[in-house]
Nanobody
Framework: QVHLVESGGGLVQSGGSLRLSCEGTGNIYRINNMAWYRQAPGKERDLVATIQRGGETHYVDSVKDRFTISRDNAKNTVYLQMNNLNFADTAVYLC??????????????WGPGTQVTVSS
């Protein structure tokens, strides 16, 4: 069994910063692509940023130049540095990963989510 666990969420004022972490645990052979998603109340779950195992990144326009996704393969961990936060960033942030438990199989895994709330 493998699990993803997010941390780093909380309450922050507009213009502030937070750094989210997501660590994979269990019998992990290798983690390939990783991503951060977010879901606000009453809205669809939306992609925020992706990062490939080799480090190539992609961001949606609404967070470009404010958020930075990175990873540490030795720690099976992905990060999301969020700067200049505003109220529209308020959401549950979820970690996604494509995890291999052997050389011959791959599974999609989600973390339980961490709440980010941006106040005025």
């Amino acid at each position: 069994q493998v699990h993803l666990v997010e941390s780093g969420g909380g309450l922050v004022q507009s213009g502030g910063s937070l750094r989210l972490s997501c660590e994979g645990t269990g019998n992990i052979y290798r983690i390939n692509n990783m991503a951060w998603y977010r879901q606000a109340p009453g809205k669809e779950r939306d992609l925020v940023a992706t990062i490939q195992r080799g480090g190539e990144t992609h961001y949606v326009d609404s967070v470009k130049d404010r958020f930075t996704i990175s990873r540490d393969n030795a720690k099976n961990t992905v990060y999301l540095q969020m700067n200049n936060l505003n109220f529209a960033d308020t959401a549950v942030y979820l970690c996604f990963a494509e995890i291999q438990v052997s050389a011959h199989s791959e599974f999609e895994s989600w973390g339980p989510g961490t709440q980010v709330t941006v106040s005025s």
